[in-house]
């Protein structure tokens, strides 16, 4: 089978061989920092100057749910515990939910209100955000598989299956679970959704820098990509937070009700927590997941996502449909990396759509 994602590999190679190169001789001149600053002003500068949110009122589906989830105890493999909160009646479709990189489980309330009324809905805060605790063990791909294999193996009941979304690294955790636990996709998912997400080099493909900067600042451009994904450094929620979380998270055309929440969120995320999985994610591959995936699968991106840019969803899903398993590629305009949350009504559609199509898939047997 030819592995569609060689061309990302391919780019990402000669990022870091030009990197290397003028990383080397740009320390020896003083232009390294030069390079580095002025990405980085250019970055913050698009942001705060970029246009405004729309204000038009506040979002319902993102408010609190009213509804008291069920908190159930989960272990990792490690023993460390996972925050794991279920929302809806035990007996309805089930729906189990993998936030992403420096979000927790509030990241899927525009879900929770939409579908807890008659659906179970299961959501689980990844290691060291929210209120699961980074642990001691070595953070890898590997890791976010093995929790979700163990929130799985919680929350599943004997003879059911569950409609499975992740959304960016939690989409990486689909990903990797598929990978190390091939013998539990056919056992576990009805239906897989990967939202905004990417199987292979993430941090190499970000479109975070802007465009029409001087030509020396080129062969920067990735390093600071490492530079922003895992850098210790507090991201307080101030006053020119919002702009910056829209220009990378969402889109131009994002409501102010969709920003707010989604910064308040992400400043919430320990530094520490988001360097070292920024710094885990940087040898991404996990595309033997998607491969091990020969479940339905959806697979959904907004075409101004900076974080995890399309051509990552283009590759799987192209993989996907060559081997018979693409259920749906939504593909929504105007539309950043918070795919779920600012395109909520048409991201649960599709959800609605793909539990119709799947009926047949609820129970499992052995």
Known sequence: MTRTHRPIR?????????????????????????????????????????????DDGPDALLAEPAMTPERIDVRASDGNPINVLAYGPPDGDLLVMAHGWTCNTRHWYAQINAFA???????????GHGKTPLGRTKLSTALLGSDLEAVLRAV??????????????????????????????????????????AAVEVVQNLAVVPEGLPR??????????????????????????PKVAQYIALNTQAKLSHVE??????????????ARWGSALLD?????????????????????????????????ASTL??????????????????????????????????LTATRDRVAYTP
């Open 156 to 197: 599943v009941p004997d003879g059911r299956r569950a409609l499975i979304a992740g959304h960016s690294m939690g989409g990486m955790s689909v990903l990797a679970w598929a990978k190390h636990h091939p013998a539990s996709v056919d056992r576990f998912a009805r239906v897989v959704v990967l939202t905004s997400t």
């Open 117 to 127: 009324a008659d659906h179970r809905v299961v959501v689980y805060d990844q290691r």
């Open 321 to 354: 449909k060559a081997a018979g398993h693409l259920q749906e590629y939504l593909v929504l305009d105007h539309t950043g990396h918070m795919s779920n949350i600012e395109e909520h009504d048409r991201y649960n559609d599709l959800l609605k759509e793909l």
């Open 261 to 274: 929440f989604c910064d308040h969120m992400i400043s919430e995320c320990p530094a520490r927590a988001r």
């Open 10 to 54: 391919e780019v990402a190679r000669s990022h870091r061989v030009l990197t290397g190169s003028a990383i080397a001789g740009g320390v020896a001149v003083g232009g390294a920092g030069l390079a580095v600053g002025t990405i980085l002003g250019a970055l913050v500068r698009t942001a705060l100057t970029g246009p405004a949110p729309i």
């Open 216 to 241: 020396f600042t080129r062969p920067f451009e990735h390093a600071v990509g490492r530079l922003v994904a895992t850098t210790p450094a507090p991201l307080p929620h101030t006053t020119a937070s």
């Open 284 to 316: 991404l591959d996990v595309w033997q997941g998607v491969i091990n995936l020969t479940v339905p699968t959806a697979v959904v991106v907004g075409t101004d996502d900076r974080l995890t840019p399309r051509k990552h969803s283009d590759a799987i």
